[in-house]
């Protein structure tokens, strides 16, 4: 998923450049060794290790559906699911369609999910009405469109930076402002925590098999079969799956307690794969916000 340049243009130099699915057009290859385990899949640990995000993305798209929640959340859920589809046939085939298919859908699920966090007023209809839909697409076209014409992984990347930072600090500035009395504001603050830190970790563990690709390679030589632990990249595609799945259930939560009610959806915290539930009326504890019984 993605790519900072820099250690790429070397990375590619030793690398084979063709295989079943052609020429490799992408203007990324990496640290894994090419075909090494079938001619079919240039990479086969970073391809395989997509399967868990789309999973996971399927997963929480149901749990939307069958809990009842807005089916807007579920395309948060069903994003993970497409951003791992694309990284699936990118690391698989290297070719620069599928990058694209990897790298593009990233910008499109994050700008959905900052359209979402910056549309917060009471109830389910959509603040900005039809302007809001149309700046984020207008975004999502402008980048797509400069992206083909400017193939460079820091343009897109900056792109994808932007957004995220804006989606991830309007996010952390809405679950900080829940009164201290918020039912759910604990568990939204730890979540997301989770989510952030995971995403974190993930990002440094795939930029050390950037900058040590030799040495790791070294490694995984001496190790044999083993050498499958080694591939950074691959943590990057585990940890940001489930970050992103953690962060996209504590978001869902924030947004419907602000625009629904603060007792009427909740998740458990302690659960491995946490998704937002209605909380039955006889179960629900009302609270006082800022002095009023919500």
């Known amino acids: 998923m993605g790519a900072f340049d ?18 490799h057009t992408s203007t990324i ?23 868990p995000s789309i999973l996971l993305g399927l997963y929480g798209f149901f749990s939307v559906i069958n809990n009842g ?14 951003i791992g589809i694309g990284s699936f046939g990118f690391h698989m085939s290297l070719r620069w369609e599928w990058q694209l298919m990897d790298e593009l859908p990233m910008i499109y699920v994050v700008s959905y999910a900052a359209f979402l966090i910056l549309e917060t007023s009471p109830g389910l209809d959509w603040q900005f009405g039809i302007i809001g839909p149309i700046i984020m697409i207008a975004w999502d076209i402008f980048v797509t469109i400069s992206y083909i014409y400017l193939p460079n992984p820091v343009y897109h990347q900056i792109a994808f930076a932007i957004i995220l930072i804006t989606t991830t600090t309007r996010t952390a500035y809405l679950a900080f402002k829940l009164p201290p009395n918020h039912p759910s504001k604990v568990k939204i603050g730890k979540t997301m ?32 079969p083993l050498g499958i632990f080694v591939e950074g990249h691959a943590y990057w595609h585990l940890m940001t799956g489930y970050g992103s799945f953690l962060i996209f259930t504590a978001s869902i939560l924030l947004h419907l307690c602000i625009k629904v009610s603060p007792d009427a959806y909740t998740f458990d915290e302690k659960a491995f794969f946490p998704v937002v539930y209605p909380v039955k009326p006889q179960d629900r504890v009302k609270v006082k916000i800022n002095g009023h019984a919500k």
């Open 193 to 224: 925590a989770w989510g952030v830190v995971t995403f974190a970790v993930g990002f440094g563990i795939w930029n050390i098999d950037n900058l040590f690709c030799a040495q790791l390679r070294q490694i995984r030589d001496m190790v044999g």
């Open 29 to 51: 290859d990496w640290c894994e060794n090419n075909y090494v385990h079938t001619p079919y899949i240039a990479e086969t640990i970073n391809t395989l290790t997509n399967l």
């Open 6 to 23: 820099g250690a790429f243009d070397k990375l590619r130099g030793d690398q084979i450049s063709h295989g079943y699915w052609g020429e």
């Open 69 to 82: 929640l807005p089916k807007r959340f579920s395309i948060c859920y069903l994003g993970l699911s497409l």
